[in-house]
């Protein structure tokens, strides 16, 4: 069936909404701690081993979540997946002792992890050939957020509404997060095709089945290390703008409700702006690669950060701090809106891409597990300019890393192309 392009955009919203919102009750910590805290009846240390319960599963399931992502009917996983996680919301209304908590917590990664991540991806890719993946790609990172922010706003507006002792407060918010996940899960069930490619002209690419030796095909293409050293490059600078606030406040001694509002730009406008002109990039530059456009970023980025290591020793000017930080968070929302695109870009086999997608996940996320606590002893056992020096130098070393394997990666795909010219 030939589906239009308004179809196809629609698609794309859909999946990509409910790729990015759907992590939000399992991420509820983030935005109402207290509220939890006094309403839930748990301590902050219970809070925390909440959270950490969720993250400990993810990074086991991310690998086995690229399977599913070739094994099985996207349209199908993705309803349910969304639908589930609505269901586990409404359990999450009762405020449940610990140990639901942490249930629902573990279940939250199957349904996110397992059941949506790679799914999401690869459902997404398959909307546009090679060429379209940083298009594609950078909408959806764009799409992510603007349903992450606005779905945070109106939540928060209702929360607003209710008395501050009302405990039913934070239920409605959660109960609009369910609502709006099982939703989203019965329009899943409408757009999403099972695991076809479409292009622009409405042309379909016939996929081969996916068996479990083609797990180690995976790890056997230099591409899937490639790539995923250039996700785990741009991840590092990721996490490492997140002490963005802390690092004007400590430094150049912002106050918190400034450094509160630059988080938000950084952290929700800048999400939602930066990934749509990544594929904005990719599409009008001569290269129309993505691969070339994350290492234009990063050369930016290293120039960035090699300034902020020397306003860091000598600070200068709060202004000019605020614009470097601003500058590197600009190249890496872009970056982040790409990296999942060079998978598609090096023209991995479609019957291996979810695949490709979970093993570039567990080791392009790695910095999760290393940044904070590594940062956080850096800021917890030296002065204030020593810690912030130690995590620029480590994101030139992530942003070195970057460029290194970008080139790599652009090498590989030029002999692939050169071999495909050859053979024909």
């Known amino acids: 069936m030939i589906k239009k392009p308004w179809h196809r955009w629609i698609t794309l919203a ?39 319960t969720f993250g400990i599963a993810a990074i086991v399931l991310y690998a086995p979540s690229g399977i599913i992502a070739d094994k099985f009917s ?9 639908i589930a996680t609505g269901l586990l919301g409404l359990v999450m209304t009762t405020y449940p002792p610990l140990w639901v908590m942490l249930t629902i917590q573990i279940a939250f990664a199957v349904t996110t992890i ?3 991540w790679s799914v999401s991806i690869k459902a997404a890719s398959l909307l546009g050939d090679h060429d ?7 909408w959806m990172e764009g799409l992510r957020g603007v349903g992450v922010m606005l779905l945070a706003v109106f939540t928060m507006w209702v929360f607003s509404l209710f008395a501050p002792d009302n405990a039913n407060s934070l239920k409605a918010v959660i109960l609009i ?54 996700i785990c490059g741009v991840y590092t600078i990721y996490a490492i703008l997140s002490y963005s606030t802390n690092y004007l406040a400590e430094i150049y001694g912002m106050t918190l409700v400034a450094a509160s509002y630059m988080g938000i730009v950084i952290n929700k406008i800048f999400r939602a702006a ?12 001569r ?45 890496c929302y872009a970056s982040r809106g790409l990296y999942f695109a060079c998978i598609g870009e090096a023209r991995t086999p479609t019957h291996i891409m979810g695949t490709t997608v979970g093993v570039c996940s567990v080791i392009g996320f790695l910095p999760d597990v290393f940044v904070y606590p590594l940062v956080g002893h850096w800021q917890d ?21 970057v460029i290194l394997f970008t080139a790599l990666l652009c090498n590989n795909m030029k002999k692939m192309r050169y071999h495909s010219a050859t053979a024909h």
């Open 74 to 82: 996207h349209r199908k996983t993705m309803t349910f997946a969304m």
């Open 114 to 116: 397992l059941l949506l």
């Open 177 to 230: 997060y369910s609502g709006v996940y099982i939703l989203l899960g019965i329009l899943c069930w409408f757009l999403i095709s099972d695991q076809v490619a479409t292009t622009e002209s409405g042309q379909q690419s016939p996929t081969k089945r996916f068996s479990l030796n083609d797990i180690l095909s995976v790890l056997k293409l230099s591409t899937t290390w490639y790539c995923s050293m250039i």
């Open 287 to 331: 290269w129309r690669s993505p691969t070339r456009v994350i290492q234009l970023l990063s050369v930016i980025a290293i120039v960035t950060l090699a300034l902020l290591l020397v306003v860091t020793h000598r600070p200068l000017s709060l202004a000019l701090a605020m614009g470097l930080i601003l500058l590197l968070a600009f190249t």
């Open 381 to 401: 056992t030296l002065p204030a300019a020593e810690a912030y020096r130690n995590m620029w130098i480590m994101g030139l070393i992530a942003i070195g890393a």
């Open 132 to 138: 379209e993946q940083g298009k594609i790609m950078g």
């Open 274 to 285: 930066c990934g749509p002109l990544g594929g904005l990039f990719t599409v009008y530059s």
């Open 14 to 52: 859909v999946i990509s909404i409910s790729g990015g919102i759907s992590f939000d009750l399992a991420y509820l910590r983030y935005i109402y701690q207290i509220p939890m805290a006094k309403f839930m009846g748990f301590s902050n240390t219970e809070i925390g081993l909440i959270m950490s």
